[in-house]
């Protein structure tokens, strides 16, 4: 039993501590597979993002590594034991692997503070008022003590639903759409939050998210999965810039399509990577169609005379109608690496 609180050391072990190998699954009635022979690694502190379309098999993936469900075939290990059968389980799942989840399992009538304390109860009763006081001041929610779940607004639940997870000592946190209904800046400010507390607790992170920037933003690893297949998986900088499908580099961002070709021979281009109206940048003309004001920048989308579209930035202002030039210089163009 643990009786006082520990002080961790700093470094990371870049080790791989989780281990999946062509993990399947085939729901009941459903012709194709919900993941198909899915493999990856995670090393210790790890921080991976599992992105794609709409049932795209995100979830799935999620569920079956955090041992909610059994995958048809393949492995999965972590810190070099295999996952056990869920249905062999009193609480399906591994010790050191938790799944935050913001409403299941809360209790509704007991506050804030005994909420964090109650997943500490195996401990002596020093060590968990000293770790609850520690939990609630990691996640910010130390004003918020004495308030019930009921009383929080969507961002303070998902706080308490981290502290709590956080009192398991998992090594692996799992999160599905953690943010969904957040508004942007109490979101990006539980993101932020989220990296500085995992990093101070030495804990991996997946999540599960259809929010390109997020994934962008958090994760040392993206896995893109097309149709339950895991098409690619890389470091935030080369799905963006090498991305393995049009789709995955659409899922990022805008893609424009200069010199249109029916052999598939295209030229694409990122939208911010577009120059308008410069002499030494200048592929086509096109007519302002649309605009967007987005705050600092417009964003336009223009049509040349082969009908097709073209987006770009810029923070001069053009009626719709007005003839631009668009371009690009060589070294932005997207290859696409299929
Ligand atoms: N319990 C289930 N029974 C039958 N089919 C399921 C079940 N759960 C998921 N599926 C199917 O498996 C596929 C993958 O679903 P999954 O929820 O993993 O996708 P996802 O990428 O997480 O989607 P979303 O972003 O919409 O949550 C989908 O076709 C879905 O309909």
């Known amino acids: 039993m643990r009786g006082k609180l520990t002080f961790k050391a700093v470094s990371f072990l870049c080790l791989p501590v989780l281990f999946v190998k062509n993990i399947s699954k085939k729901f009941p009635g459903e012709s194709l597979g919900a993941v198909n022979n899915l493999s990856l690694q995670m090393?210790?502190?790890?921080?991976?993002?599992?992105?794609?379309?709409?049932?795209?098999g995100k979830t799935t993936a999620l569920r079956m590594i955090a041992g909610l469900i059994k995958p048809d075939e393949g492995e999965i290990a972590f810190e070099g034991e295999p996952l056990k059968d869920p249905d062999e389980q009193l609480i399906a799942g591994h010790?050191?692997?938790?799944?935050?989840?913001?409403?299941?399992?809360?209790?509704p009538n007991m506050t804030v503070f005994?909420?964090?304390?109650?997943?500490?109860?195996h401990y002596d009763k020093t060590y968990q008022y000293a770790r609850t006081e520690e939990l609630l001041s990691?996640?910010?929610?130390?004003?918020?003590?004495?308030?019930?779940?009921?009383?929080?607004?969507g961002g303070q639940k998902q706080r308490l639903a981290l502290a709590r997870t956080l009192a398991e000592e998992p090594k692996l946190l799992l999160m599905d759409e953690p943010f969904s209904s957040l508004d942007p800046s109490t979101k990006q400010e539980i993101?932020?939050?989220?990296?500085?507390?995992?990093?101070?607790?030495?804990?991996?992170?997946?999540?599960?998210?259809h929010d390109a920037?997020?994934?962008?933003?958090?994760?040392?690893?993206?896995?893109?999965?097309?149709?339950?297949?895991?098409?690619?998986f890389d470091t935030p900088r080369d799905v963006?810039?090498?991305?393995?499908?049009?789709?995955?580099?659409?899922?990022?961002?805008?893609?424009?399509?200069?010199?249109?070709?029916?052999?598939?021979?295209?030229?694409?281009?990122?939208?911010?990577s577009v120059y308008v109206n410069s002499e030494k940048y200048n592929s086509v003309k096109a007519s302002v169609i649309r605009r967007f004001y987005l705050g600092n920048?417009?964003?336009?989308?223009?049509?040349?005379?082969?009908?097709?579209?073209?987006?770009?930035?810029?923070?001069?202002f053009f009626d719709l109608g007005s003839q631009v030039s668009l371009g690009y210089s060589s070294d932005s163009i997207l290859y696409i690496c299929e």
């Open 43 to 56: 090393a210790e502190g790890e921080k991976v993002a599992l992105v794609g379309k709409s049932g795209s």
């Open 95 to 107: 010790d050191k692997i938790k799944m935050v989840f913001q409403d299941l399992k809360v209790k």
């Open 114 to 121: 005994e909420n964090v304390k109650y997943n500490l109860l």
């Open 138 to 153: 990691l996640c910010k929610i130390e004003a918020l003590r004495d308030k019930k779940p009921s009383e929080l607004s």
């Open 191 to 209: 993101l932020f939050d989220l990296l500085e507390i995992i990093e101070e607790e030495q804990i991996g992170l997946l999540l599960v998210t």
């Open 213 to 232: 920037s997020d994934a962008l933003m958090v994760a040392n690893k993206i896995g893109f999965l097309e149709d339950g297949d895991l098409v690619q």
């Open 240 to 272: 963006y810039n090498l991305p393995k499908s049009l789709e995955i580099a659409q899922f990022f961002g805008k893609v424009n399509i200069f010199n249109k070709d029916v052999c598939g021979e295209n030229t694409y281009v990122r939208v911010e």
């Open 297 to 316: 920048v417009y964003l336009y989308e223009a049509v040349d005379v082969n009908s097709t579209n073209y987006s770009f930035y810029n923070s001069d």
